[in-house]
């Protein structure tokens, strides 16, 4: 059975019980890893998945499954347990509804390559390239992984809407060593696979790995810090979860209370696009089926609206914009808006800090407030007189995330595209320079 | 469950030329109820049926997962496998299994009340309880997340050694978030309960006394609280602090995939290497194990998931640096058998090597004993905020509910003493282990696909001496 028929079988199904919204997808996807450490592949992998996704609301009670296992049997057993399960669900009071459509949906640019869909076993011939150009760029070992996925979900709902997408997506990353204390991280991403050049990534890494060797302790104390793209990323990351609506709710934002307000310095500007040309999580619809949009977060400072799905947005008197998650609201593609500087200008206006390349393990004190530390890993470098000096090691970000974006005191003017472990939400990001970074170091 | 499409994938692999092939089938059922400031958000119910396999063809390490539980489909994606690592082998690392016995069992964690005999109305019934008992208390608790979790699964691994495992394992999980705010400040708290059983162990957690207790605190140190002294101080570790330092700092550093550098990518590599086996780390009353034949722990499991027996392994021993956690491939690199430690998540991931249940043993003293010997220190109860470097050196702990002890006394509430400190310099520190043990429940993140994996991690209180805080 095709999954359009599969999908208006229970559509009906549980319109029929007496559901009052129902929303049914159908994801498929194939996908494949090539994960390497030491110069050498450890695995290849392969994924093929088709998962069933259902939403229902009946008399405001709430109930969601997600099935990986797909027949008509399994299907029909799925909806009994459903109408079982909703019958002693408890009502939420707060639940005000899905989007109504019929919707018409614009495409998204460069999401889609053959390329990709027929890529296969040639993934290997990148991995190699880009593990040859770190070699030969001076790295003496390299670990990462290179995946690829093609997706295609169909989208039926109580409120006339039915859609289908279809994407491809390339991530890839890679970690040079030159000694255990000597590292660069460098990721990428793309819908097209000939927008990704992993051996750029490589050198880069490479090169930046290189000049990490012999890395002295670092001193705790207030620093200005030129935050390449990948940990700034990380930080935004964190940001764009609190912007959602529902983290809100749950008391996991320090953005409560503040649309309206300056919670960023001035230069900052951040916006939120689904429907982001080659962006990794654009899509033509979210998970209500509203089309996608783009969002301004963040304007000079100022924070604009939180992420909401329609249900959210109702309760805080607003419209959706469209980042349904069907609990919780949450960001697509974030951009930070480049500004006029080259990574070089942005060194020049340093005179004592510090300029730091990946970030790992960030954990908040208290999302309310946003306090924080994180750990700078890989090459982390002092800039002195604003030039690049020593290599250094053993320090921690411990820092408050809206004070810390209220420092910002210059932005780069050359974005780049990161995804990642620590980074899930694609963030297109220039390097920025932060002014007045606590860092503190084990105390002796 | 699909045992025939299992032991067939296994089989179809080595006609088409593997030399080593393994399935694992997972079938899972789920259930989930969502409590958010006093509002029924949502329930739900998950059903996972898959099979994942490794590949091993002329020393090349191919996996693959699906869900189409459809023998034309399996036949193809093996064929696609081989084909990849076919491709791949020129650039592989060369991959080799310890030699190890063949098992084949059956067992089943046992449930007091079965999850399927509780309906949901029960199960949500327990968070409204957790949720009245939290208004009664009439602290303002602006932020009030509960949920609470259980899953069924039923395992099914067989290899071409000879291997044939079936595991059925009950879980069940109640997580929580809670701000409490007095005047104009808040405080919040994040943490989960999760065992192997039966409901019986949701009834048994007593959630509305958990929850209750956890903002008395809260509100506490937020009202009473006093800044931590700044001088070089002792401090006494609770087992919910004591448990995520071994974790950290004594369980993931011990794994022996970071070691060789396999997870150099994301996870990390590790400070220890090979040749640090039979030196010191810690104070001779440092003892370090993971073991996952705790019965009813978040981390049980009899066999890994390739088939090897579960064993208690001592990761430091008086001090010393005694063993590593391996799989099969790890084992070989080092030459010796492996010790039970690859899971994985779900059956659409690669096992790698990871930790189960991991915690720091008793030791004679009672928890009063190690404060009557402190002068000046904090007793840090248990904690919010905390890290450590990919290398697992550099670690940060930020103490939520903490006191001071003066002369021997638990004094007022501290607010927020901030250990940071390097991994040796800790385990050099600890001069006293008491008796007192509690273990907890947590996700612990490995692998790419990330590959969150339920664990116990614990001990008994520690004193920690002579150390100076952070800021």
């Known amino acids: ?444 | 469950m699909f045992k025939d499409l299992a032991d067939f994938a296994v089989k179809y692999a080595l006609k088409k030329g593997a030399d080593y092939s393994e399935a694992r089938l997972e079938s899972t059922t789920s259930n989930s109820f969502i409590l958010k400031n006093g509002i029924a958000e949502a329930s739900g119910f998950d059903k996972i049926n898959g099979l994942g396999m490794r590949i091993i063809k002329n020393k090349t390490l191919g996996f693959a997962s699906t869900n189409h539980m459809d023998k034309e489909k399996i036949k193809k994606l093996i064929q696609n496998t081989i084909n990849t690592t076919e491709k791949a082998s020129h650039l592989r690392e060369e991959i080799n299994l310890s030699e190890e016995k063949a098992n084949k069992d059956r067992y089943r964690v046992k449930q007091k009340i079965n999850l399927n005999d509780v309906g949901p109305e029960e199960k949500i019934k327990l968070l409204f309880n957790a949720e009245k008992e939290l208004i009664n208390t009439k602290i303002n608790i602006p932020s009030r997340y509960l949920s609470l979790s259980d899953s069924i699964t039923t395992e099914y691994l067989t290899n071409s050694d000879g291997t044939n495992i079936l595991a059925t394992v009950p879980k069940v999980t109640f997580f929580y978030l809670l701000t409490v705010e007095h005047d104009g400040k808040t405080s919040q708290r994040i943490w989960q309960y999760g065992q192997t059983g039966g409901f019986e162990f949701v009834k048994k957690w007593d959630i509305p006394s958990i929850v209750v207790n956890e903002v008395k605190a809260l509100q506490n140190n937020l009202k009473f609280g006093i800044k931590p002294p700044k001088q070089a101080l002792d401090i006494v570790a609770a087992p919910q602090v004591v448990g995520i330092m071994v974790h950290e700092s004594g369980g993931h550093p011990y794994e022996a995939d970071r070691i060789i550098g396999r997870e150099g990518a994301q996870a990390g590599e590790s400070f220890i290497t090979k040749e640090m086996l039979g030196t010191r780390i810690g104070n001779e009353v440092v003892n370090v194990v993971d073991d996952p034949l705790l019965e009813n722990s978040y981390g049980f499991y009899k066999y890994d998931n390739e088939g090897v027996k579960a064993r208690r392994k001592y990761l430091i021993k008086e001090g010393i640096i005694n063993e590593f956690l391996h799989n099969r491939e790890t084992a070989y690199c080092m030459g010796i058998k492996s010790n039970g430690s690859s899971r994985s998540v779900n059956y659409d991931r690669e096992s790698i090597v990871r930790m189960s249940n991991t915690f720091m043993l008793p030791g004679n003293h009672t928890e009063e004993e190690l404060i009557k010997d402190v002068k000046l220190g904090i007793y840090m109860k248990n904690f919010m905020e905390w890290n450590i470097d990919d290398k697992r050196i550099n670690q940060k702990y930020v103490g939520a509910e903490s006191y001071l002890i003066k002369n021997g006394e638990i004094k007022e509430p501290v607010i927020k003493p901030v250990i940071e400190i390097t991994t040796p310099q800790l385990y050099k520190s600890i001069d006293a282990v008491a008796k007192n043990m509690e273990y907890h429940a947590g996700n612990c993140g490995k692998g790419e696909p990330m590959q969150p994996i339920p664990v116990w991690f614990g001990g008994p209180s520690i004193r920690i001496r002579k150390i100076r805080l952070g800021n």
């Open chain 1, 1 to 444: 059975m095709e999954p359009e028929e599969i999908s208006s079988h229970v559509l009906n199904k549980l319109l029929k019980a007496g559901a009052d919204d129902v929303i049914v997808s159908v994801s498929k996807q194939e996908s494949s890893q090539i994960k390497y450490s030491n110069n050498l592949i450890n695995t290849t992998k392969t994924w093929e998945n088709i998962d069933l996704g259902i939403f229902m609301a009946l008399k405001k009670k709430i109930v969601l499954t997600n099935i990986k296992e797909f027949s008509l049997s399994a299907t029909d057993d799925v909806v009994n347990k459903l109408l079982k399960f909703v019958k002693s669900a408890s009502p939420n009071s707060e639940y005000a509804g899905i989007a109504k459509g019929p919707f018409s949906y614009k495409g998204v640019e460069d999401s889609y390559d053959k390329k990709i869909a027929s890529l296969g076993n040639n993934s290997i011939d990148y991995v190699e390239k880009a593990i040859n150009k770190a070699l030969a760029s001076g790295a003496k070992r390299t670990a990462g992984v290179f995946e690829n996925s093609v997706n295609n979900i169909s989208l039926l709902t109580s409120n006339d809407i039915k859609a289908t997408d279809k994407g491809t997506h390339s991530y890839f990353s890679i970690r040079a060593f030159n000694s255990k204390y000597a590292s660069c991280q460098k990721v990428g991403f793309s819908r097209m696979i000939d927008l990704l050049d992993v051996e750029n990534l490589a050198e880069q890494a490479a090169l930046i790995s290189k000049q990490s060797l012999n890395p002295e302790h670092g001193k705790f104390g207030k620093f200005d810090v030129v935050f390449e793209t990948l940990p700034f990323a990380n930080i935004i990351d964190n940001l764009g979860m609190a912007m959602s609506a529902f983290s809100v709710e749950a008391g996991l934002s320090c953005l409560k209370d503040m649309v309206g307000k300056q919670v960023a310095n001035k230069k900052i500007t951040i916006i939120d696009d689904g429907m982001l040309k080659n962006g990794f999580n654009s899509s033509k619809f979210d998970a209500e089926g509203a089309p996608t949009q783009r969002n301004i977060m963040i304007d000079k400072g100022i924070f604009k609206t939180y992420l909401h799905n329609t249900s959210t947005a109702k309760r805080f008197n607003t419209k959706t914009t469209a980042n349904a998650g069907l609990l919780s609201p949450s960001p697509t593609n974030l951009i930070v808006e480049k500004g006029n500087f080259s990574k070089q200008e942005l060194f020049e206006q340093v005179k004592n800090g510090l300029y730091i390349t990946n970030l790992w393990y960030t954990r908040f004190q208290n999302y309310n407030t946003g306090d924080f530390s994180t750990i700078p890993r890989d090459g982390i470098f002092i800039i002195k007189n604003g030039k690049i000096g020593k290599p250094i090691k053993g320090i921690r970000i411990s820092e408050n995330i809206l004070t810390l974006l209220k420092n910002v005191a210059a932005i780069g003017n050359k974005p780049e595209r990161v995804i990642g472990w620590e980074v899930e939400t694609p963030v297109v990001t220039p390097a920025v320079l932060v002014k007045d970074v606590n860092i503190t170091r084990p105390v002796d």
